[in-house]
């Protein structure tokens, strides 16, 4: 949760997660995501990214040398679960602020802006520092049944790079997640709630649509939430990587009608479509479900029913006992 002290320290890897061969390669992904979230965190200019990069990868190797972790080494692997993020960190941002050879070397512009940037979060008691103060443990996250990430955001949140950050971090943690499910034979459903909220920027457009584009290669299945239709529509945030890959829609009783003959010609819904969802109004608890299959195509009305026993898992109050929720 973004409003939760949580996080994964990204310098810990975990070799049993992976066949022998693949740990080394697997390694380093894991370091350039660490180095990559840490530019994001620190939000830096665009132009100072490959220098920044390179500065971190140069003090991270440091780090995990003071351990006896070494890249080409992967028996050296497990050592790194000794590494305190934070304390790590703290190290890093005295030397990028102290060393002249650095400042010499990847330019005090760079240093500044990274320790700027990096030191709300690891260098002082800040109210920013608590979001690193309890660490989880990311075997346990990419062992469990699901995972779920709540963001506590709404139109008017600030879209800072603490944001950035955490969408980074659920997208690197959910490809790992992902990628673990598929070699172990699994199906992964990724569903993506408030879509129209989740891709209002260029980075996490990217991300939520990247998972659709290439969802079927790695046995996910994809499922967007959303209550308005219209931002599905909006050239602006080229959801095309959803219309190319949507191949099933449950609408239910829409509020902006107004947009729904673009929705049906959009997503080339099936003969009828427009009237069957018109028809809603007259129905409780029904949906449209417009599928194709591949084999099939059409577009059915279907009401929803669900027994007494899971009814009560979605109340909200138990009237029965005395406003329990």
């Known amino acids: 949760s973004l409003d ?4 994964v320290n990204t310098l810990k890897f975990i070799p049993e997660l992976y066949e022998p061969e693949e740990r080394e390669g697997a390694f380093i992904r894991n370091t ?6 840490l530019c994001v965190l620190a939000n830096l200019k665009e132009e100072h990214f490959k ?9 991270i190797r440091t780090v995990y040398h003071e351990h006896e972790v070494y890249y080409d080494k992967p028996s050296s692997y497990f050592k790194t679960r000794n590494i305190d993020f934070v304390k790590s960190m703290n190290g890093i941002l005295i030397q ?3 060393d002249a050879y650095l400042h010499k070397l990847f330019s005090k512009e760079v240093c500044r802006e ?20 309890d660490e989880v443990d990311l075997k346990e996250v990419l062992t469990s049944d699901a995972i779920f990430y709540s963001f506590n955001m709404n139109q008017e949140t600030p879209w800072n790079s603490l944001v950035r950050y955490q969408i980074f ?40 649509n990247n998972k659709f584009s290439g969802g079927r290669s790695d046995n996910v299945v994809n499922v967007i939430m959303s209550n308005t239709i219209r931002p599905l529509l909006d050239q602006s945030l080229d959801t095309s990587a959803v219309r190319e890959n949507v191949a099933t829609l449950f609408i239910g009783k829409l509020k902006d009608m107004s947009a729904l003959e673009d929705l049906c010609n ?34 059915k009305v279907i009401r929803v029913i669900h027994p007494d026993h899971v009814i009560r ?7 029965d006992r005395a406003g329990e929720y």
């Not at 990274?114 to 690193?132: E, R, W």
């Not at 028809?279 to 099939?296: E, I, N, P």
């Open 96 to 98: 990028i602020q102290q």
């Open 32 to 37: 350039q995501a660490t180095i990559k979230s």
């Open 51 to 59: 220098s920044a990069e390179s500065l971190l990868d140069n003090l």
């Open 169 to 208: 971090i659920q997208d690197y943690i959910s490809n790992l997640f992902i990628k673990r499910n598929k070699k172990l034979g699994y199906t992964t459903l990724n569903s993506v709630e408030e879509y129209q909220r989740a891709v209002r920027y260029p980075e996490s457009r990217e991300i939520y």
């Open 114 to 133: 990274i320790f700027t940037g990096l030191a709300p979060y690891f260098y002082t008691n800040t109210y920013n520092s608590k979001m690193f103060s």
């Open 313 to 319: 898992y979605f109340e909200t109050k138990r009237i």
């Open 4 to 7: 939760s002290p949580l996080f």
């Open 266 to 299: 959009t997503f080339e819904m099936s003969s009828g479509a427009l009237d069957k969802i018109r028809s809603l109004k007259h129905y409780r608890h029904a949906f449209y479900v417009d599928y194709d299959t591949g084999v099939q195509k059409d577009g």
